[in-house]
């Protein structure tokens, strides 16, 4: 069955009780151009299929990935941060306590997500729950910055998503995707489009935080410019990327970086051409049927649905379409790649990229992937 069959086998025999519900999401009407047609760099291929699956079942939901060197780092579902060397998967760090085996273990879990490599090779992780961390891969010592209790302005961060730092380690660039949803409700986020997120700027040695810019609807992936002078921020519900501009002429303004994507965007990396990489999940189709865009002004059937069926029920009538798509410095598309059934990348969050090789992180998986750029 498809998602609009499903939303209108909904629908119509429940129109006159709408009033009736009592639903925790409160959706918000969104405006969506209508999806770019997947033509020229755009079109379809199954390039992501030619992956490799590395520590299968040894790890699950690899969201982020560094590396110091030749060795792997990366934060996993049930609230570790691990070391990926000579084929194992060695933990370093934890940063909450269990049990972790559920989605309502979570919270003091911990969940970490974005996850960089500072100027004194520590790593610096964005947990969903607890805030921000640095950790010394070496010794495992875990060093807590900026805890998620603290209100900044006001309000309470929810939803710590992803983080990118200056080349000094001065200045910590993060987003809280939502000041209502925590991470494990990331799906009544999607679905209610509220914009109630925000990109944030934390300053290691004032330990000051700043709030850049807010009203953003789900901001996700980060990050930091060559030069330093903007930060990409993926604003998911949106299918878009905005650019914040922190020094120069420009700063403190902001402007379009991509918009209308043909697909909802994660994570933001940079590549070895000068451009990035943004990897999506979850594509827009202009000849088939797109869950978001249909639902984007219709705020009374995404209520309807999540009264009557749970989050992990109506994500399953979500299609499995992995896409990658390489952006020039300007936000030109330069190439995509495609995994259109999902079949060996599935779920992606960020593709990092290493001596010739892309490594595809994921929120969901049991492994991560490993694709030889020289293959394509």
């Given at each position: 069955?498809?998602?609009?069959?499903?939303?209108?086998?909904?629908?119509?025999?429940?129109?006159?009780?709408?009033?009736?519900?009592?639903?925790?999401?409160?959706?918000?009407?969104?405006?969506?151009?209508?999806?770019?047609?997947?033509?020229?760099?755009?079109?379809p291929?199954?390039?992501?299929?030619?992956?490799?699956?590395?520590?299968?079942?040894?790890?699950?939901?690899?969201?982020?990935?560094?590396?110091?060197?030749?060795?792997?780092?990366?934060?996993?579902?049930?609230?570790r941060?691990?070391?990926?060397?000579?084929?194992?998967?060695?933990?370093?760090?934890?940063l909450?306590?269990?049990?972790?085996?559920?989605?309502?273990?979570?919270?003091?879990?911990?969940?970490?997500?974005g996850i960089?490599?500072?100027?004194?090779?520590?790593l610096?992780?964005?947990?969903?729950?607890?805030?921000?961390?640095?950790?010394?891969?070496?010794?495992?010592?875990?060093?807590?910055?900026?805890?998620?209790?603290?209100?900044?302005?006001?309000?309470?961060?929810?939803?710590?998503?992803?983080?990118?730092?200056?080349?000094?380690?001065?200045?910590?660039?993060?987003?809280?995707?939502?000041?209502?949803?925590?991470?494990?409700?990331?799906?009544?986020?999607?679905?209610?489009?509220?914009?109630d997120?925000?990109?944030?700027?934390?300053?290691?040695?004032?330990?000051?935080?700043?709030?850049?810019?807010?009203?953003?609807?789900?901001?996700?992936?980060?990050?930091?410019?060559?030069?330093?002078?903007?930060?990409?921020?993926?604003?998911?519900?949106?299918?878009?990327?905005?650019?914040?501009?922190?020094?120069?002429?420009?700063?403190?303004?902001?402007?379009?970086?991509?918009?209308?994507?043909?697909?909802?965007?994660?994570?933001?990396?940079?590549?070895?051409?000068?451009?990035?990489?943004?990897?999506?999940?979850?594509?827009?189709?202009?000849?088939?049927?797109?869950m978001?865009?249909?639902?984007?002004?219709?705020?009374?059937?995404?209520?309807?649905?999540?009264?009557?069926?749970?989050?992990?029920?109506?994500?399953?009538?979500?299609?499995?379409?992995?896409?990658?798509?390489?952006?020039?410095?300007?936000?030109?598309?330069?190439?995509?790649?495609?995994?259109?059934?999902?079949?060996?990348?599935?779920?992606?969050?960020?593709?990092?990229?290493?001596?010739?090789?892309?490594?595809?992180?994921?929120?969901?998986?049991?492994?991560?992937?490993?694709?030889?750029?020289?293959?394509?």
């Amino acid at each position: 069955m498809t998602f609009m069959m499903l939303a209108v086998s909904l629908t119509i025999p429940l129109l006159g009780a709408i009033t009736l519900l009592n639903c925790p999401i409160d959706p918000q009407p969104l405006s969506f151009k209508e999806p770019p047609f997947l033509l020229g760099v755009l079109r379809p291929n199954v390039k992501l299929q030619q992956a490799e699956k590395l520590f299968e079942n040894q790890l699950i939901g690899p969201e982020s990935i560094a590396n110091i060197g030749d060795v792997l780092f990366t934060g996993t579902a049930d609230g570790r941060i691990v070391k990926l060397e000579n084929g194992e998967v060695i933990t370093i760090a934890r940063l909450g306590k269990g049990p972790c085996k559920t989605r309502e273990d979570e919270p003091t879990c911990g969940r970490p997500l974005g996850i960089r490599v500072g100027p004194n090779s520590t790593l610096f992780v964005a947990d969903a729950y607890q805030g921000i961390f640095e950790v010394d891969p070496s010794t495992g010592r875990v060093k807590h910055l900026l805890s998620s209790q603290i209100p900044i302005e006001g309000k309470k961060m929810s939803f710590v998503n992803d983080l990118t730092i200056t080349q000094d380690g001065r200045k910590i660039y993060f987003t809280d995707s939502s000041s209502k949803w925590q991470r494990r409700d990331y799906l009544l986020l999607v679905m209610e489009g509220t914009d109630d997120g925000r990109l944030l700027e934390y300053d290691t040695v004032t330990r000051e935080v700043k709030v850049l810019m807010e009203g953003l609807r789900f901001p996700n992936g980060v990050q930091l410019s060559p030069a330093e002078d903007f930060v990409l921020v993926a604003e998911t519900t949106m299918a878009r990327i905005r650019r914040f501009y922190v020094s120069g002429l420009m700063k403190g303004g902001a402007d379009m970086f991509v918009e209308n994507m043909p697909g909802f965007p994660d994570n933001i990396r940079p590549s070895s051409s000068g451009g990035y990489w943004v990897a999506m999940s979850t594509v827009r189709h202009n000849s088939g049927f797109s869950m978001m865009d249909f639902l984007s002004e219709k705020p009374w059937i995404k209520r309807l649905i999540f009264k009557l069926l749970s989050p992990e029920t109506v994500s399953k009538f979500v299609p499995r379409y992995s896409l990658v798509l390489e952006l020039g410095d300007n936000g030109a598309y330069q190439r995509s790649l495609h995994d259109p059934n999902g079949l060996v990348a599935a779920y992606i969050s960020e593709v990092h990229e290493q001596d010739g090789h892309l490594y595809l992180g994921s929120f969901k998986s049991p492994f991560l992937c490993k694709l030889n750029l020289d293959l394509l």
